[in-house]
């Protein structure tokens, strides 16, 4: 199973411990341990409890079932493991036998929650319409800034190639083609020392003035930090296309150094990217070019906060529309 889910807090009651929810497939996750929590029991009872249910054949252990990577820090060592966690039937089964109260206040809860999901899939159309309208408002608007040509016309491409991969998307939605995997995992993951490394070589390449790359604050180790970040021993941006989105877009709008904040958020976009594999096409063409890149800086620097969903996706879509 991906782990590409939605996580969710639940709170049986004032006092009680958050439990995080996993959102996956139209229905929900727990672990062992969450559902020993969830249920006020221990651990070693709801194992007892999911091994009757599936020795009776109540429930199917492999429609019930999946297992996930979870990555846990022990000392200086990171390690992975593989844990089973458990579907709402599952869940459900156990908190009847359990804490039949308990069992009935989180079927009510989540039985909400997936309804309120499944009714917003329904909407993805509507909404990647009015993103796309969004987006053009977002053009034209940058457009008054350009200076160059070239410039504009990195913008329109941006708008033709979002538009294209909101089409093929539309296409995949309606079953007229396959999608192709859409969230790559990074094999490389960004640190502090390797960002500032990559800056001055940028520096060096293309020199700068003496403030180019000069740390206003310490807002540029948190945009590095927040890449790879985790919630519960599950990544926060979980695709490399998402973290290269918001490493972009963190960089541009924290406006971390004195001189050079969009070049240097663009340079280490694309280094990111190299560094992942994913720069390239297989026939050696790059994924965003010259262009595109300009465009998409210009266009997250213009872009008010409430547009950062927006120009999330709009990056992620040219990411992966090919």
């Not at 959102?23 to 070693?44: A, H």
């Not at 109540?58 to 079932?65: G, R």
């Not at 020199?207 to 890449?227: H, M, Y």
Request: hydrophobic fraction near 35%; glycine fraction near 4%; charge should be neutral.
């Amino acid at each position: 199973m991906k782990q590409s889910g939605e996580i969710i807090i639940y709170q049986s009651a004032q006092g009680s411990p958050n439990i995080h929810v996993l959102l996956e497939n139209d229905t929900l996750w727990l672990d062992q341990y969450q559902i020993s929590e969830l249920f006020e029991t221990d651990r070693t009872s709801v194992l007892r409890h999911i091994q009757n249910i599936y020795k009776s054949l109540e429930l199917d252990e492999e429609a019930t079932c999946a297992k996930i990577t979870q990555v846990q820090k022990e000392g200086k060592r990171t390690v992975k493991r593989q844990i089973n966690i458990y579907n709402l039937d599952m869940i459900i089964s156990v908190g009847y036998r359990v804490n039949s109260k308990k069992g009935t206040a989180f079927r009510i809860w989540a039985n909400k929650i997936i309804k309120n999901h499944i009714v917003e899939g329904y909407s993805v159309n509507e909404k990647r319409l009015q993103e796309l309208k969004k987006t053009i408002k977002l053009v034209n608007r940058t457009i008054q800034y350009l200076d160059s040509d070239n410039q504009t016309k990195g913008l329109f491409e941006v708008l033709s190639d979002y538009s294209t991969a909101l089409d093929f998307l539309d296409d995949y939605d309606h079953q007229r083609l396959s999608l192709p995997e859409m969230t790559t995992k990074s094999s490389f993951r960004i640190k502090y020392d390797d960002a500032k490394f990559a800056i001055n070589e940028l520096k060096k390449r293309f020199g700068g003035s003496s403030l180019f790359g000069n740390e206003k604050d310490q807002s540029f180790r948190s945009s590095i930090a927040a890449i790879d970040q985790t919630f519960d021993g599950i990544e926060l941006y979980k695709s490399l296309e998402e973290k290269a989105a918001h490493l972009l877009y963190f960089v541009v709008k924290n406006h971390s150094f004195s001189d050079g904040n969009k070049r240097i958020a663009a340079w280490l976009f694309i280094w990111y990217l190299e560094k992942n594999k994913t720069l390239h096409h297989l026939d050696g063409t790059k994924r965003i070019n010259e262009n595109t890149l300009i465009a998409l800086t210009l266009l997250i620097a213009e872009s008010k906060p409430e547009e950062k969903d927006m120009m999330i996706n709009v990056v992620i879509n040219l990411i992966v529309k090919t």
